[in-house]
């Protein structure tokens, strides 16, 4: 029997980062301190093992670690979603199984890294999985990772398969984004998430149903205001709210040019700052160098961010 669709599946979710010991073990207590800070500012929910969490890196014990650390702390305040990606079907469903038995809302995955597919390739590896899967699966869309732009028409056939519930859209195309909330829209009821930061307020305004945000994690309040803005259809709360994000996204460059290890790198260092964990991130990628930590601190002051 199809699984309905989560009506817990809506509004903000941090994309949570995995906080690390200085000797790279997952930092339990700085995990817990965390999933509490966003709890209180007033998030929808959880988005656990996304790439925020570094998870290419961490070990299948460690990941496991950290999905029962999150919903063990959750303790059934909020939802959680939780990340299964693999190129491997059967390490997803899996994963999925493993997830369900946490007490996870739903899952999700992106489509295969490393191996390119087509268009038809992916419609097919979407729906082998979410018929296999035992929970509720959302697509974390995101080309950079996996080197295919699907098409709006595309995810519109995938979403045929009554257990594919919804879209993490973090291809930064918002021609796309658009054209798939009104075409997946007249078909079926289905969610579409944002899971660009800079595009989160527009995104609200033009009907999406949440947000997947790294910077949720170090602002949720933040963002909570903004989507309440968006939906109460106050333009200009969400427009100033909206502008308070674009500054806070500076901290993706603190650390050097706008890669992967100066995201890591920035999101670390505000958890520091902020007392929840310290800054250590995932090998090959650097920290955020002390003598740069004053910047952080100044870009968080300015935003009005603490704990």
Not at 263 to 273: H, I, P, R
């Amino acid at each position: 029997m199809p699984i309905p669709i989560s009506e817990s599946l809506g509004g903000i979710f941090p994309a949570l980062p995995t906080p690390m010991t200085a000797s790279g073990e997952v930092d339990v207590l700085g995990l817990e301190k965390l999933v509490d800070y966003v709890i209180r500012g007033g998030v929808h929910g959880l988005w656990v093992l996304g790439s925020t969490s570094e998870f290419p890196a961490l070990s299948l014990a460690d990941r496991k670690l950290v999905v029962d650390v999150a919903l063990d702390c959750a303790k059934g305040r909020v939802p959680a979603f939780v990340g299964v990606i693999d190129n491997d079907q059967r390490k997803i469903i899996a994963n999925a199984e493993a997830a369900q038995s946490a007490g996870a809302a739903g899952c999700f995955t992106t489509l295969p890294f490393y191996f390119i597919v087509d268009q038809r390739e992916a419609i097919r590896h979407v729906r082998e999985i979410a018929e296999r899967v035992p929970l509720p699966l959302i697509l974390y869309d995101n080309p950079p990772s996996t080197g295919i732009k699907l098409t709006a028409e595309t995810l519109l056939e995938m979403s045929e398969c009554p257990n594919f519930i919804g879209l993490k859209d973090s291809t930064c195309d918002f021609v796309r984004f658009q054209n798939t909330l009104v075409m997946l829209r007249k078909k079926r009821p289905f969610k579409i998430l944002q899971g660009i930061d800079q595009l989160v307020g527009a995104s609200f305004l033009m009907g999406a149903d949440g947000a997947i945000a790294a910077l949720a994690s170090i602002a949720p309040s933040l963002f909570v205001k903004l989507y309440n803005a968006a939906k109460a259809h106050d333009l200009a709360s969400t427009i100033g709210l909206q502008n308070q994000v674009l500054r806070l996204c500076r901290l993706y460059a603190i650390g050097g040019d706008w890669t992967d290890g100066a995201f890591f790198a920035g999101m670390k260092s505000a958890l520091q700052v902020l007392g929840i964990c310290g800054r250590t991130v995932s090998r090959p990628l650097q920290e955020m160098p002390q003598e740069k930590m004053a910047e952080v601190e100044d870009l968080l002051h300015e935003c009005g961010i603490r704990e």
